[in-house]
């Protein structure tokens, strides 16, 4: 069908600070895109202006090239937890402006067309599922590592949604029962203790430095720094108690790890896969392949648009 | 089909202590059933043998019945870590003797008939799914309280297998990362934390008495014993911990508990519902239902017959 009368999609990328909108051919192809900065000081009809902007500008310049066919839908990843059956953030530390707003419908209304809201976590492991590092494996795990963690579950090829589209909140499971407070209510959730932000705030603990970018730390760590060692190692063993879990509860062939933190794979990734292997015989007897994620920044983007064809 | 020709499934639930075989209608009624205890000390031709008989008793029986009809296909359910691709039993505590041996295989061999081997926990879940507590939904997860915890997760009404069929060992899912030793390998596994085995080391270790059954404890609770209150609390904790991952991960709308320890379920399940509330931000947004099961010793028995159905 699609080879009879093409058709591309649209995906969006509403991230921290900035958004992204793309249209994507049915094989994969990003065909074009535009980016934004997300000026979320100015509020909830401003956000919602520029998401609608980026895919209109999008669409227009599609609609005006040959060949480029139908547009199939829009897909939207968004940082939270999502409420899939009623189209609402229904809470995120990045965009509480919108939080209990039919987000999903106005944008729908507004575009005159179908659209998809996902959480973004599930939105990469779609996209990593689909043309990245899990391609042709139809059931995944995938934590995104970045100022928290996000988790997206593929089983048989589509998202696991659960009954109200939740599911996949990996970045709030409990690893340290008392550990550090989180937003979400929880102690000890593994993205306390396994992100980005983690790492910022083990440096201060340890006397490293304030507000140390985990960048900074990793470069003190290969610097032959213990403290900051330990830190890397404190996370890997974080990750892998959630690794072995997810083993034990899933599994599957094929676990993914994305975000910005990855560049650190050296450092954590030992203790993560010692970990793993000690807690889990599943893990013993299945040798599951943990591997890097492949499509960096661009794993939501794609899976966004992914979204209307699966 | 079915109501067309009437057909009926075996199923064998190989416990402990003993293994029990029933014949069950496809609308879920048991038709026959034999008992008989394991001779584990026999070793494993005579485990195989004693399996081998039950079934073919039930069978002989069901063939002379009228109106029974046709066998639909053998379900076995047996405690440990299970290989469904293999079908065979990779771990288990309580049957080390059939460890690594292709049961599966020389079960469907000398019953000329074939064989579905799952994981007891797997098998109950189902069972409940099917006829019990669970009836009417399509995916839950479901925790069996007994020596262990078992773990079965039903997704679609079909038990969720992973890529070898050991998916669901939720019993060895991390609540307590420096926790009680387990024979799997790992530290802090649930079901050394809030099982009959861990309420009578909790009891053990605070001078309640060595080798207190779980229902001894549960009576000095009742007497008012500060102590064996807190066993209970202790193991709700720990319940609440698995919990909140569980509704994290899956957001299905169904959480079942069951086994002989559910008897204690007013001393602990305060403590789990709300270590679980405080845990997850999405039971909290959800509000799925954590349940008692309704099968009793009859789940695992029911889900095995199940297992040539689904």
Redesign the interface.
């Known amino acids: 069908m699609a080879a009879d009368s093409p058709e591309y999609s649209i995906g969006l990328d509403l991230g921290g600070t900035n958004l992204r909108a793309a249209a994507v051919s049915r094989d994969g192809r990003m065909l074009d895109h535009v980016a934004g900065k997300t000026a979320y000081s100015a509020g909830r009809d401003a956000i919602v202006r520029e998401m609608v902007e980026s895919i209109v500008t999008v669409r227009d310049r599609l609609a005006a090239t040959p060949g480029a066919g139908k547009l199939a839908g829009i897909g939207i990843g968004v940082p939270g ?1 999502i ?1 899939m059956a009623t189209g609402v953030i ?2 995120s530390n990045n965009l509480a402006s919108l939080e209990n707003f039919p987000i999903r419908d106005v944008l729908s209304q507004q575009l005159g067309a179908p659209v998809i809201l996902e959480n973004d976590a599930n939105a990469a492991a779609l996209g990593e599922q689909w043309i990245g590092a899990g391609r042709g494996v139809a ?1 995944l795990v995938m934590l995104t590592l970045g100022t928290g963690v996000g ?1 997206g ?1 593929v ?1 048989g090829g589509r998202i ?11 970045g ?6 008392n550990g550090n407070p989180c937003g ?4 000890g959730c593994v993205e306390k203790h396994a992100s980005a932000t983690a790492v910022t705030a083990m440096a201060k603990l340890l006397g490293l430095g304030d507000n140390l970018s985990a960048k900074e730390v990793y470069d003190l760590a290969l610097g032959g720094n213990e403290k900051a060692k330990t830190i890397y190692a404190s996370m890997g063993e974080s990750l892998g ?1 959630v690794l ?3 083993i ?6 094929l676990y993914l790890l994305a975000g910005g933190v990855l560049g650190a794979w050296d450092l954590f990734a030992p203790a993560m896969l010692e970990e793993t292997r ?5 893990y ?3 040798n ?1 392949r943990i591997e890097k994620a492949q499509l960096g920044n661009e794993a939501g983007l794609y899976g966004a648009a992914y979204l209307p064809w699966v």
Chains 1, 2 share one sequence.
């Open positions: 937890f409420n229904a809470n059931d988790g579950i089983a696991l949604r659960g009954a109200q589209g939740m599911a996949g909140e990996l709030h499971i409990t690893v340290v029962p979400c209510g929880n102690r108690i072995a879990m997810l034990n509860t899933f599994n599957y062939p000690r807690r889990s015989f599943t013993r007897a299945t599951p």
